[in-house]
């Protein structure tokens, strides 16, 4: 099984080609490969099929082998992967996913995918989308109580489920204990993805996330627009941040409820797996 390892902000992925090669049982694949003891590693696996709607389709485990609606960084390294691996050979990539078409922009220097702007759709405040139980039509400013804390959030759907919780010292919070008891947290039925966020200034935020499926990461790119939309949606930021994740910068651009993602992809090596 031949695979391409790939990071974005640090957030990495095993990527696939599943256009030439069919792959069953993907859900053991995942555990095994993205093992970091006794696999290759990553936060998850990512494989490239042929799409009946858009130009490719993008189909993501995570590392606990849970299937994943769609990913942020996962995204941009898909797009350098199918253009690069010549799946599919255009500067504006249609990609179907678990949330629908998305849009890849390449940025190119000698057809070299350099970075990597992504349509992310339309942000979702409905509770029934999220999911997140709720008699409210949105959720923002709500409070849960943990270990006899208050923490006030905020839930969107941009790909994948987020809350946002606005933090003024977030080196002083513990994201792998708070962030593992609130995505699976009762009224999250499909747990969620928790983002902890510091405003540092009206066009940038600091940002620290736990994801639903994968644990600590480095960073999350539906994280880092479902922080940007839900701190704009309270005034604290403008429509386009800079947002500074644990493994790099991402920029996102919001025009109204549309979020745009701009950051880079690159490959860290290739490989081959030969199962026992």
Same mark, same amino acid.
């Given at each position: 099984m031949?695979?391409?390892?790939?990071?974005?902000?640090?957030?990495?992925?095993?990527?696939?080609?599943?256009?030439?090669?069919?792959?069953?049982?993907?859900?053991?694949?995942?555990?095994?490969?993205?093992?970091?003891?006794?696999?290759?590693?990553?936060?998850?696996?990512?494989?490239?099929?042929?799409?009946?709607?858009? %130009?490719i389709? +993008?189909?993501?485990?995570?590392?606990?082998?849970?299937? !994943?609606? +769609?990913?942020?960084?996962?995204?941009?390294?898909?797009?350098?992967?199918?253009?690069?691996?010549?799946?599919?050979?255009?500067?504006?990539? &249609?990609?179907?996913? !678990?949330?629908?078409?998305?849009?890849?922009?390449?940025?190119?220097?000698k057809?070299?995918?350099?970075?990597?702007?992504?349509? +992310? !759709?339309?942000?979702?405040?409905?509770?029934?989308?999220?999911?997140?139980?709720?008699?409210?039509?949105?959720?923002l400013?709500?409070?849960?109580?943990? %270990?006899?804390?208050?923490?006030?959030?905020?839930?969107?759907?941009?790909g994948?489920?987020?809350?946002?919780?606005?933090?003024?010292?977030?080196?002083?919070?513990?994201?792998?204990?708070l962030?593992?008891k609130?995505e699976?947290? &009762?009224?999250?039925?499909?747990?969620?993805?928790?983002?902890?966020?510091?405003?540092?200034?009206?066009?940038r935020?600091?940002?620290?996330?736990?994801?639903?499926?994968?644990?600590?990461?480095?960073?999350?790119?539906?994280?880092?627009?479902?922080?940007?939309?839900?701190a704009?949606?309270?005034?604290?930021? %403008?429509?386009?941040?800079?947002?500074?994740?644990?493994?790099?910068?991402?920029?996102?651009k919001?025009i109204? %409820?549309?979020?745009?993602?701009? !950051?880079?992809?690159?490959?860290?090596?290739?490989?081959?797996?030969?199962?026992?």
């Amino acid at each position: 099984m031949k695979f391409k390892k790939m990071q974005g902000t640090g957030n990495d992925f095993l990527l696939l080609d599943g256009v030439k090669n069919k792959y069953k049982d993907c859900t053991t694949i995942a555990k095994k490969l993205c093992d970091r003891r006794y696999g290759v590693g990553g936060d998850g696996i990512i494989i490239a099929e042929e799409s009946l709607v858009a %130009d490719i389709k +993008m189909v993501y485990y995570n590392s606990d082998g849970s299937r !994943g609606e +769609m990913c942020g960084n996962g995204i941009r390294c898909f797009s350098k992967f199918v253009y690069e691996e010549g799946l599919v050979k255009k500067e504006e990539i &249609k990609i179907e996913t !678990g949330d629908g078409i998305k849009i890849a922009y390449l940025n190119l220097e000698k057809d070299v995918v350099k970075s990597v702007t992504i349509y +992310m !759709g339309k942000a979702r405040l409905n509770p029934e989308d999220i999911p997140v139980l709720s008699e409210k039509k949105k959720v923002l400013n709500e409070k849960i109580f943990l %270990d006899n804390k208050e923490i006030k959030f905020s839930a969107v759907l941009i790909g994948v489920p987020h809350v946002v919780i606005i933090e003024k010292k977030l080196k002083e919070i513990d994201v792998n204990i708070l962030g593992e008891k609130i995505e699976k947290n &009762k009224i999250f039925p499909k747990r969620i993805n928790v983002n902890f966020i510091e405003i540092l200034d009206r066009n940038r935020i600091s940002i620290k996330t736990w994801e639903r499926g994968a644990g600590r990461t480095l960073a999350c790119g539906t994280g880092s627009c479902s922080a940007v939309y839900i701190a704009n949606l309270l005034n604290l930021v %403008d429509s386009e941040v800079d947002v500074e994740t644990e493994g790099g910068i991402l920029k996102i651009k919001l025009i109204k %409820d549309k979020v745009y993602m701009t !950051g880079s992809a690159e490959t860290t090596f290739k490989g081959e797996v030969v199962w026992e």
